[in-house]
């Protein structure tokens, strides 16, 4: 937050500036209240987050399925809510294979940013739920994080799967139900036309969004030409305005988009963020406590997909916020490959740490 300050120093040219800066403080703040929780607390808003995230999901699966004119959020508009585009809609679509397909996004507003906060969700919602519970809101999440079409949270999911199988300390009989649990949900997934087609399309030549993200990359140096100390400020009316953005076609990466916004010491400091965690994140999952080892594997897939292919955590305070939810549960979690797994009970608080 220092660093960032100085940034808006050297770039606010208006107030738009100081508010979006206020805006993201307010949500980068969120996290060190997490962290002076104790164990009770900390988990209590870790539960919380998994069950808004479903039912959040599930009002946004409904609102796919009924909503065909995209006005049922209009009401909310005065609060920024169902605010139609240059269209007139609030739908989201994607071309897949040649025909127009409707993306989740509901209440989330956007489906990218719709597909980090179900991605966190999913991650608390396994970790820290049980029972009943845990069955209902993560397969409420998981279908809802599908119906994105996000391939940022998709790939983060399959990654964190595929770390999870290898670092946590699993005995053999749980590793292969693990995996045919895997295997399930991946053919179900299969069996849905428009998802298959959309991952299989991805990357590929006549992917216009690779296409564009590649070109971004290529630009980006140029378009630091003369800002790469302070950046070009958080009230740049490109990260402000989905149409200025679309024209600008800045950078589809959190960490050099840090460093578009606010210079580069801002883009180290959250780069060394970023590597800090990881390495806690790492702890989490070589411990034998498996749902540390989920919210492990979920940060480090975080960390090497959703922020490498996009950017909203730089971008929408709400979803910075989401990022420090997910920080705070890694750094709450044991790290202590000995210790007892805990399960979420009313404890003293001279005994909460």
Known sequence: ????????????????????????????????VLLRLDDADSRLVQRSFAVGAAVGGGVSLALLAFDRAGTALRFLAPIGYGIPDNT??????AE????????????????????????????????????????VTSLVIAVALIA?????AVGTVVVAGLLFLLFQKLNGRVRIGVIGASLCAALA???????????????????AGSSDRAR?????????????????????KELLDEIAGFQANYVANAPLLAVYRGGVLVGIVFTALLVVGSVAAYRRLRTPLWTNGIIGASFLAFVLVAMQLDFPVVTSPPVTMAFG?????????????????RHPQPVTTGGAS
């Open 1 to 32: 937050m220092a660093v960032s300050s100085a940034s808006v120093v050297h770039t606010a040219t208006s107030a738009v500036h100081l508010t979006e800066f206020a805006k993201w403080t307010v949500a980068s703040g969120f996290l060190v």
């Open 88 to 93: 007139g809609s609030t739908l989201r679509v």
């Open 96 to 135: 897949v294979a040649g025909t127009t397909v409707t993306r989740l996004a509901g209440t989330y507003v956007h489906p990218n940013y719709a597909g980090i906060f179900l991605l966190v969700g999913l991650a608390l919602a396994l970790a820290r739920t049980a029972g009943t519970l845990r069955t």
């Open 148 to 152: 994105t079409l996000s391939r940022a």
């Open 189 to 207: 997934v299969a069996r849905v036309p428009t998802v298959t087609a959309r991952l299989a399309g991805s990357f590929g030549a006549s992917d």
């Open 216 to 236: 971004a990359l290529a630009d980006f140096v140029p378009s630091m030409e003369g800002r790469w100390w302070f950046g070009r400020g958080w009230g740049a």
């Open 325 to 341: 939810v997910l920080l705070a549960a890694v750094v709450s979690a044991p790290a202590v490959a000995d210790e007892p797994e």
